[in-house]
């Protein structure tokens, strides 16, 4: 209990010191779809992903402590691996299946935590969700919680250079209706709400 007092503390001062000038000042951020969220129960937050930035520009915008999945070589990069730590961020290793990082996952759930997943697994050149995996689907079932679908739109486009000058992106994140758990585990099941919140985000971004 008090463990996750102070990660909620840190949560919000990293979120308020470092991610708000980055996501309202830099990137001009806006939200879309606030309503959207769930106010108290803890859900399972699916986005596309096409930036490092991503998980803790939309921890910060979507006002909840959501923790991430995120891939082991991340905790290692000076700066960032600070923050998605400090964010509740918890590693996975890629091309394994670590039960570990499952268990971490439906714990936090039970405790009334909202975790994020990134559907493709990974980052995505044209910022879209193009192969979807499964386990979002899964971890909703196996804690019936709800799934959200969120679009970070342009994130994969950060920052353009123009004759060597930056110029950065317009960041706006919409958020889709709540989806509801799969009614099993069986694969036509997990795979009918995998590609239903495939074509939520994927149409949010258009």
Do not use: W
Not at 11 to 38: A, M
Not at 183 to 203: C, E, G
Request: with cysteine; net charge positive.
């Amino acid at each position: 209990m008090k463990n996750d007092i102070i990660q909620k503390l840190i949560y919000q001062l990293v979120s308020k010191l470092f991610v708000f000038p980055i996501y309202k000042f830099i990137f001009k951020g806006q939200l879309i779809g606030r309503d959207n969220i769930p106010e108290k129960e803890s859900f399972i937050m699916v986005s596309n992903h096409g930036s490092l930035l991503d998980p803790p520009l939309l921890g910060h915008a979507l006002g909840r402590n959501i923790s991430f999945m995120a891939k082991a070589e991340l905790f290692e990069i000076p700066f960032l691996g600070f923050v998605i730590k400090a964010c509740g961020a918890y590693p996975v290793r890629r091309g394994i299946a670590d039960k570990n990082t499952i268990k971490i996952a439906c714990k936090k759930l039970s405790n009334n935590n909202c975790i994020g997943i990134f559907i493709d697994g990974t980052r995505q050149k044209n910022g879209r969700v193009n192969k979807p995996k499964q386990g979002a689907a899964l971890l909703a079932f196996k804690n019936q919680k709800l799934l959200l679908p969120v679009a970070i739109v342009n994130s994969h486009r950060l920052i353009r250079f123009r004759f060597f000058f930056p110029f950065f992106s317009k960041i706006v994140i919409k958020i889709g209706k709540p989806v509801q758990p799969p009614q099993s585990s069986s694969r036509d099941d997990l795979h009918s709400v995998t590609m239903h919140l495939q074509d939520q985000i994927n149409n949010l971004i258009s």
